[in-house]
């Protein structure tokens, strides 16, 4: 370590500080000779206690937030969450998250950063799950944080920041988009006409309610043409091949037609592979020109075609999954047949998403209290004088099967 005052040109009277230490060398011009000195001595001090920034880069005891954002994903969020979980967090981080909150300390990041943030994404028109999307990118950041002993134990600053933001309520839900029967007809006529190799696909999307990386994963294995039923097992997406998002297996049963015309696509394919000189069809059901799964991103590009071409007015192809919903409610199909179908993960999460869909209840259902016992015990049809007058035992019936008290499993 050495630290001395001289001129650089002799007689000048403008004097330098010359450093050397560990290695390096560094002068800075001063000044006076005076002025000189007091700056040595004041850096020799600071050598001396290994103090100096101008020599050594610290490393930042204080991580920034986007270190520690990158740093989850990487560690926990792609170990543990689906692959389009893993991009969407990404996306949020990127677009929303690190640009306001990146670059600085996680240590410093207050509720009130985070509000604010939210607060701005709610100002813009961002939907609520997107927001949530962000806050639960926040709050697993600062979680991966405490765990790393960066962050003391309850000091996760995006908790219970959802509130008071101005955002929409949970239960509020925008009106679901659906096609008329009429729609349907044209889409699939047309799909039929223009991209035959498409319309199966588009029809188990009708017919069945699958989601369409459900569908795209399937393969002819999953098909049991003497049960009349699919099984659904994966989902393809963003060239993954993945669990269903509930990671349970289901059975959705096919109807005549769906059946019918997978039937004439299989033998057709058996055709196309004898010619070809293999031994048996491609196993994906749905396959590009390289044998692979059909791409989300290509089926949607097909599925604006069609709609365009058929004059229906543009909805996404999720939207088929609302209408079978829908059409399979309108006509008092049990709501446990329904939700069974869907693949969702309860009766109540069919009832939050389609209950509004229900038919109207017979307002004279309510007249069976006017028959009660009087001992205030509902008696049995038999139990009537006159049976043939009790009219409305069979709505009430009728509205137990639809509440899926009594299911049945009726055949679409």
């Not at 969020?77 to 893993?86: H, L």
């Not at 031994?279 to 994906?284: C, F, G, K, L, T």
């Not at 007015?313 to 869907?342: C, D």
């Amino acid at each position: 370590m050495g630290v001395s005052v001289r001129e650089k040109i002799k007689g000048s009277g403008v004097f330098w500080v010359f450093i050397s230490h560990k290695g390096i060398r560094k002068s800075q011009k001063v000044g006076p000779k005076d002025q000189a000195e007091t700056i040595a001595d004041i850096v020799r001090g600071e050598l001396a206690k290994e103090k100096l920034g101008i020599l050594e880069i610290k490393s930042d005891p204080k991580p920034k937030f986007k270190d520690i954002a990158d740093q989850w994903l990487e560690l926990v969020v792609k170990g543990k969450c689906r692959i389009t979980t893993y991009n969407r967090y990404r996306s949020m981080l990127r677009m929303y998250v690190n640009p306001v909150l990146g670059r600085y300390p996680v240590t410093e990041i207050s509720r009130s950063d985070v509000k604010k943030l939210l607060r701005t994404m709610v100002k813009n028109g961002l939907s609520r799950s997107s927001i949530e999307a962000a806050k639960n990118c926040i709050s697993g950041a600062c979680e991966f944080a405490i765990d790393e002993d960066i962050l003391p134990v309850d000091a996760n600053p995006a908790r219970g920041a959802m509130k008071n933001i101005g955002c929409a309520k949970k239960n509020e839900r925008k009106e679901i988009e659906i096609f008329s029967w009429r729609e349907v007809e044209l889409i699939l006529d047309c799909a039929q006409k223009y991209k035959p190799n498409y319309f199966y696909l588009f029809l188990i999307l009708f017919r069945t309610g699958m989601r369409l990386g459900e569908s795209l994963a399937l393969q002819w294995e999953d098909v049991d043409f003497h049960s009349g039923v699919i099984l659904v097992r994966k989902s393809w997406r963003n060239s993954v091949m993945s669990a269903t998002k509930t990671g349970k297996n289901r059975q959705v049963d096919m109807s005549n037609q769906l059946s019918e015309e997978l039937f004439h696509l299989k033998m057709r394919r058996k055709r196309e592979a004898i010619r070809k000189g293999l031994s048996r069809p491609v196993e994906a059901v749905f396959h590009d020109r390289n044998n692979g799964h059909l791409s989300q991103n290509s089926v949607r590009n097909v599925w604006k075609k069609v709609l365009d071409k058929s004059g229906v007015g543009y909805r996404k192809v999720h939207t088929t999954r609302h209408t079978f919903a829908s059409m399979m409610l309108s006509t008092n199909v049990p709501l446990s047949y329904v939700s069974k179908m869907l693949g969702h993960s309860s009766i109540q999460m069919t009832v939050d998403i389609y209950g509004h869909l229900l038919p109207d209840r017979d307002r004279s259902a309510v007249n069976i209290l006017d028959n009660l016992g009087a001992n205030s015990t509902p008696m049995a049809p038999a139990e009537k004088e006159n049976p043939a007058t009790y009219e409305d035992y069979g709505v009430i019936q009728n509205l137990v099967a639809m509440q899926g008290l009594e299911p049945r499993t009726p055949r679409i």
